[in-house]
């Protein structure tokens, strides 16, 4: 039998996904590499053996994406599985091609060859977009189950941004746990707002090990997805977060429009502080594209803390980082706090960025007025604490999921600018979710 040889692109996440679920005991491919993009400083790793399995007991190496198409002459590489999320069609396509020019085949994998079947009920939260609204979102899903009488366990989308032989299967019940595992900011921004909820989260590599611990301390497994992924287990409640900030984006970008067609309900989220004609196009996209979706609509209220002390202020704002970066936001819930607060001043933090902050800058050059919360590891998040410090700010508007209070050591006042989903009229989800589940 013909053994196809592999290189898949990811960005450690799907890319270890679907090799562990469709290639790792499949005799019929050898991975020969994987590579690696969006996230900074996770090429140069060793997929380990202990996670590859009996076929690759040197383990399989990791390599940034640029050298892609050496990579594909030097092993004779006859696939290319893309494996990564939140780019636009025309990125994908790009990539095809030059997989194609090189004389491999291109492959997207559909969503059911790599889900995994629980034998709990499974609600799945998904977006269009990164920076849609999906953590507020699972946030308030995971309230409503709870106020039903579930037991629910959340699972989170990876982020094996470390030692992947140390984050095989996560357990997040604690703040003691975040740091246990050395958690970066990003992380972090997922799961603390959940662990002050009161709620358990899992997160890593291997996501049938995760599921399987979960499963033995729920009756509700609760996937928490990350940028517009599909889901990794076969769901009963499919939700997508729609932005309308970004409308159009929805039909546009992989592979948040397969989650748009897949969905069971679809959330319009953002309205109160979106244009209504692009409340209105995102609400016909959804008719258009899943005609079957129950469409919900919802705010998204904004709440500061001392919002008093922003007015006539010279402030920095620092946002949520994804979300500005490959999200492609221009601004996010600080922005639109301190404007609506009478900010004095919205700081440009680009001259006093540091290292790998003014390296951000540089390739996402439609930011200016805000700070992205770039803090994948120590280095970078000590580069951010010194960016903050750097500024001449009479007051920080910190605009992402976490106090960043907690994990460097500002030397300026600051304000966190909280954000919940608020559902609009009716359906009702909890209507839906009981009637479903």
């Not at 594909?72 to 780019?87: G, L, N, T």
């Not at 969503?111 to 629980?118: A, G, L, Y």
């Not at 120590?378 to 410090?389: A, D, H, R, W």
């Not at 919940?420 to 909890?430: I, N, R, W, Y």
Request: contains cysteine; glycine residues 8%; proline residues 6%.
């Amino acid at each position: 039998m013909k053994v196809d040889r592999v290189i898949i692109m990811g960005a450690a996440g799907r890319d270890f996904h679907n090799f562990n679920t469709y290639f790792r005991d499949n005799p019929a491919y050898q991975v020969v590499a994987f590579t690696a993009a969006q996230i900074p400083d996770i090429e140069g790793r060793l997929y380990p053996a202990a996670l590859a399995g009996s076929g690759y007991p040197e383990g399989i190496p990791i390599y940034a994406e640029e050298e892609l198409p050496e990579l594909i002459k030097k092993y004779k590489v006859d696939q290319v599985v893309f494996a990564y999320s939140d780019v636009s069609h025309e990125y994908v396509m790009h990539k095809a091609s030059l997989v194609n020019a090189c004389g491999a085949d291109f492959r997207l994998m559909g969503p059911e060859t790599t889900m995994i079947k629980s034998k709990r009920k499974v609600v799945a939260v998904t977006s269009v977009r990164t920076g849609a609204g999906k953590s507020q979102t699972t946030r308030y899903v995971a309230k409503l189950l709870i106020e039903a009488g579930k037991k629910v366990a959340v699972i989170r989308h990876p982020m094996p941004y470390g030692n992947l032989e140390e984050q095989i299967a996560m357990r997040f019940a604690s703040y003691e746990d975040l740091d246990k595992f050395k958690c970066t900011i990003e992380e972090r921004e997922e799961f603390e707002p959940h662990i002050d909820n009161g709620m358990v989260v899992y997160a890593g590599v291997d996501y049938e090990v995760i599921l399987r611990q979960a499963e033995e301390e729920a009756d509700v497994i609760l996937w928490d997805g990350g940028n517009n992924d599909t889901p990794f287990y076969y769901s009963d409640v499919h939700i997508v977060v729609v932005d309308p900030h970004r409308a159009g984006h929805e039909t546009s970008y992989y592979p948040g429009e397969t989650n748009l067609r897949m969905a069971d309900i679809a959330i319009v989220n953002k309205i109160d502080s979106a244009d209504p004609a692009s409340v209105e196009a995102v609400k016909d996209a959804i008719v258009a594209n899943n005609p079957e979706a129950t469409i919900i609509m919802a705010n998204s209220p904004i709440s500061v803390d001392e919002p008093e002390s922003v007015k006539g202020k010279k402030v920095l704002v620092v946002e949520d980082g994804p979300t500005l970066t490959h999200g492609g936001m221009a601004y996010g819930a600080g922005v639109i706090a301190a404007e609506k607060l009478d900010a004095g001043e919205l700081l440009d933090p680009r001259p006093y960025a540091v290292g790998s902050i003014k390296t951000t800058f540089a390739k996402y050059n439609h930011l200016s007025r805000l700070l992205p919360a770039m803090g994948y590891g120590k280095t970078q998040m000590g580069e951010l604490e010194q960016t903050i410090n750097n500024s001449p700010a009479e007051m920080v508007v910190i605009g992402t999921p976490i106090d960043l209070r907690r994990v460097m050591s500002l030397k300026k006042p600051a304000v966190r600018v909280g954000y919940e989903l608020e559902e609009v009229g009716t359906p009702q989800l909890a209507e839906l979710l009981a009637k479903r589940l």
